[in-house]
């Protein structure tokens, strides 16, 4: 799989020109986007961002998550589901604050946090440490395969290898963590997962 050079440019001129306002886009903040990506594990973004808000607000730091107690950590989740995510994230947050309250800012030392698998290290690594590690979803296997007429199993991981080893090589050194949102952005809302694709407002539409 060989993704087009120009597709980055092209890609970031349009996320620049107009994407969903989301909260926790606002800023770079390790503890803020790794809490954002934690919440959207399953879940629908417009279903995240109350809850966000809300946690932010109640333990604003990783030292208060630390220290958070159980019942009022469940409270803050209640509704979210999936509640093993809870429990991963103060597991996460007493080991950071073990370490003095620093985030780990690579790859491979966020993918020894509970919790944090693959897509998870490498969103947190380019967005808030500006790594050059692509983040690969579903959203991002769709728009890669459709773009390359890929007809792999996007399921399969041989295609998930595919893909990453692709985006590395286009993935822009000064901005990866907007490259990774912008893929995300495009399967989200134009290279859409049900029905049609909305090609006529696709960057990519020039050589898909």
């Given at each position: 799989?060989?993704l087009p050079d ?13 994407h969903r306002a ?56 209640e509704g979210l ?128």
């Amino acid at each position: 799989m060989q993704l087009p050079d120009s597709l980055a440019g092209r890609l970031l001129g349009w996320y620049a020109a107009g994407h969903r306002a989301l909260p926790w886009r606002e800023d770079h903040e390790p503890y803020h986007v790794w809490l954002s990506e934690i919440m959207l594990q399953q879940t629908r973004v417009e279903a995240v961002k109350g809850y966000y808000a809300r946690f932010l607000s109640e333990l604003p730091d990783i030292a208060a998550l630390a220290a958070c107690e159980e019942n009022r950590l469940t409270k803050l989740w209640e509704g979210l589901g999936y509640y093993s995510r809870t429990r991963n994230l103060q597991k996460a947050a007493r080991i950071v604050a073990e370490q003095g309250g620093r985030f780990p800012d690579t790859y491979q030392a966020l993918l020894a946090l509970p919790g944090v698998g693959d897509y998870t290290a490498s969103a947190i690594a380019s967005a808030a440490f500006g790594r050059r590690e692509a983040a690969v979803d579903g959203n991002v296997l769709r728009v890669a395969a459709r773009v390359t007429g890929d007809e792999g199993d996007i399921a399969a991981p041989a295609t998930k290898k595919r893909v990453t080893a692709a985006l590395a090589e286009i993935i822009p050194l000064d901005a990866p963590g907007y490259f990774n949102q912008a893929m995300m952005e495009l399967g989200a809302t134009v290279c859409l997962p049900n029905g049609a694709p909305l090609c006529d407002f696709c960057p990519a539409r020039a050589f898909c």
